[in-house]
């Protein structure tokens, strides 16, 4: 015997015809009996034998014989007249891509078994009874004494060396791209695993995961444009939510005082390979502490949730090293500007008439919301999101942000017109945003005026005026901090993907048609 190293040269014929040809064969199954049987129950993994048997050779394993019942989709077929190579795919992986090999012949399966295996297609699911062996190559597999058709798939697979090419469709046909690309499963595994670990690290440090509500009857937390829908047994106009941090917020309030969430945030906003209008964030607020504390702990949850998902906090992205282990930077707005922008003055960077030429120079029309009344600090800050905030490759803290365009922070005590805010960058993009929560109910009502004026000024983006949170202020906050951060964006990282869809398992995409 002998191992196949390729699959089964495919008929060069079209989709549809393929199509009714595996219909034609569901219907003679069906005319059988069951064609979709579900009493068939596998009692090994593929990943787990080769763990386990991949050391023995064939002595040990006729010795003491392992029988094994495995089940798993059709990926590779070899149609040798009285014996048969396939090779099964399960979840099992990542060993061996979760696969193991079948040998199927007349005097151990049987001629009838057999010849109904002759006619099964790449990518029907299976299962398979049978004993261990090597092949002459050393390759292990399972000599099947029974096998059985558990799932007939109608449509062909791609090319097995050729995948997906088209990239929408790997988006689109997300289910078709698990099962042909061992890459897209690492990716999403990987996903699991950092997740996992924010967890882990989250429940190990005090904090108490909740859930708060999706549908907000105002769209607070965050400087974003919400989709709106409509609740018919209310008769009320609602929001899915763009930041579950108010309502996380008045959880410290009634007590709770470190509490975080993993879930999906909604901004009707434009998609890129850095935004889909749908995303993951991780928040997290802690009673007593500041921002100060904040960075260092971010800094360890994004550190530990890089080495338990890749193994280690030393990354490559894109080509180009990105050290998670290091001690992240900390760069004030100006700091990174003269850094990365040295021809700039200071003086210049405190002259707004300036800021704003300079604005117009990379596109940006400083007359026009958000920017037509803004101040001193919000023009800096349009000035470094235009000539060093994608240059912030190493992790950098950017810290002291301007009150105008942090409603929710606290202000800082010792410099005047500044909060207790940063924003993690890495590899050029936002990663995480916390500060020092602003819990002075008269301050934070005064605030949220101000957005409902820049609202009415023409701002979208600005906030609403949430009569409910300042209630919960008036009842007492104690001082906190709180920080939330991206998933989506730190599995990119993680995983080495350049573009957010490519770690979201069902991204925003136009419609089909």
Not at 8 to 21: F, G, H, K, R, S
Not at 261 to 287: D, I, K, L
Request: charged letters at 25%.
């Amino acid at each position: 015997m002998t191992s196949p190293d390729q699959a089964t040269p495919p008929v060069a014929l079209d989709e549809n015809t393929i199509i009714a040809e595996r219909r034609a064969k569901l219907t003679a199954l069906r005319a059988k009996g069951i064609a979709f049987p579900n009493d068939f129950r596998p009692t090994h993994k593929a990943a787990e034998l080769h763990a386990a048997y991949d050391a023995l050779d064939n002595l040990a394993l006729e010795a003491a014989p392992v029988t094994v019942a495995i089940a798993g989709r059709m990926m590779l077929k070899r149609v040798m007249g009285k014996a048969s190579f396939a090779t099964l795919q399960d979840a099992s992986g990542p060993r061996a891509d979760g696969r193991i090999q079948l040998y199927i012949a007349n005097d151990i399966t049987g001629v009838e078994a057999h010849d109904a295996f002759k006619h099964y297609d790449l990518g029907d699911i299976l299962g398979a009874e049978g004993v261990l062996f090597k092949t002459k190559t050393g390759e292990l597999s399972v000599k099947v004494s029974a096998l059985r058709l558990i799932t007939k798939s109608l449509r062909p697979l791609p090319d097995k060396f050729h995948g997906l090419s088209d990239q929408e469709t790997r988006y689109r046909q997300r289910y078709v791209d698990l099962i042909v690309s061992e890459e897209t499963r690492r990716t999403f595994k990987a996903r699991t695993a950092a997740i996992s670990s924010i967890r882990r690290f989250m429940e190990k440090n005090d904090f108490m995961e909740v859930e708060t509500p999706m549908l907000h009857t105002i769209p607070g937390g965050a400087t974003a444009k919400p989709f709106t829908t409509h609740h018919n047994a209310l008769d009320m106009q609602m929001f899915l939510r763009i930041a579950p941090e108010l309502y996380l917020k008045r959880l410290v309030v009634g007590g709770f005082e470190r509490v975080f969430e993993v879930n999906r945030n909604f901004r009707n906003e434009g998609v890129s390979p850095r935004h889909n209008p749908e995303f993951t964030m991780m928040e997290f607020y802690a009673a007593y502490v500041d921002y100060q504390w904040l960075m260092s702990f971010t800094e360890q949850v994004i550190r530990q949730a890089a080495i338990d998902a890749h193994g280690t906090a030393t990354l490559t992205y894109q080509g180009r090293e990105l050290d998670l282990s290091k001690p992240f930077e900390r760069l004030t707005i100006l700091g990174a500007i003269q850094l990365h922008a040295p021809h700039y003055e200071l003086a210049q960077l405190q002259d707004a008439t300036f800021l704003r030429a300079e604005l117009k120079k990379f596109g940006v029309k400083s007359d026009q919301a958000p920017l037509a009344n803004a101040g001193l600090g919000a023009l800096q800050l349009a000035l470094f999101e235009e000539t060093a905030e994608a240059k912030l490759w190493n992790p950098t803290y950017i810290i002291d942000y301007p009150i105008e365009v942090s409603p929710l922070a606290r202000a800082s005590d010792t410099v005047p017109g500044i909060t207790e805010r940063f924003e993690l960058f890495i590899t050029g993009r936002e990663i995480a945003n916390g500060f020092s929560e602003l819990n002075d109910a008269e301050d934070q009502a005064a605030r949220f005026h101000a957005q409902v004026a820049a609202k009415d000024a023409g701002d979208e983006e600005a906030m609403f005026y949430d009569a409910d949170y300042i209630r919960a202020l008036e009842y007492g906050m104690p001082p906190a901090g709180g920080c939330g951060i991206g998933i989506d964006r730190l599995i990119m990282l993680i995983t080495d993907s350049a573009n957010i869809r490519d770690v979201i398992l069902f991204p925003h995409l136009r419609r089909e048609d």
